[in-house]
């Protein structure tokens, strides 16, 4: 069966929507970020203020490798996993790509109130224009990525996660159905 990937701007809850949706379907949650950081024993800050972001896109793409032949789990990308193609065709293999997406305001507000240290978007002082000028770089790729598109405005978890696995049930519905004909 196919897997449940969320992919989306840093700060749209794909790790907190993720959680909720494993444990709902009883399926295996994989965070890339959380697996980063427990494989390389360093925080995601920390890898991007030693090493840079080009080797952490390496480490990013390494864990995509390693967990995208994996079935009927639950995968909750980076913000930036986007970035190269190669992750995606992986991710696309194996999973149903959802795109978790908000408003600026939305993701600003997400951010301001969690304790997640976010290296490209520095979580003090006036972090819109960051939120925006990223996600006006990402918007054309993220948009083109997804298989299906799921606003977080306005929203709790449990309606996001419920959202989407609605739309993941009616699409292996429909999937089984097309196999049919």
């Known amino acids: 069966m196919k897997s449940i990937v969320l992919i989306g701007p840093s700060g749209v ?15 295996k949650f994989i965070d890339t970020d959380e697996l980063i950081e427990k494989t390389t024993n360093r925080s995601i800050s920390n890898i991007f203020k030693n090493y840079g972001e080009k080797y952490f896109r390496n480490l990013e793409s390494k864990i995509i490798d390693d967990i995208y032949n994996e079935n009927n789990i639950v995968i909750s990308t980076g913000g930036g996993t986007v970035l190269k193609t190669k992750n995606l065709e992986r991710l696309k293999i194996n999973g149903i790509i959802f795109l978790l997406y908000g408003q600026i305001e939305t993701i600003v ?31 054309k790729i993220y948009k083109k990525s997804a298989d299906y598109i799921v606003s977080v405005d306005n929203k709790k978890i449990c309606e996001i996660g419920d959202e989407i696995i609605y739309l993941y049930k009616k699409h292996l519905s429909c999937s089984n159905r097309q196999g049919l004909l």
């Open 13 to 27: 809850g794909k790790t907190a929507i993720g959680n909720f949706i494993s444990k709902k379907l009883d399926k």
């Open 109 to 139: 507000e997400n951010i301001s109130h969690s304790s997640t240290k976010r290296p490209l978007i520095d979580n003090s002082g006036d972090i819109y224009e960051r939120v925006k000028d990223m996600l006006i770089q990402r918007e």
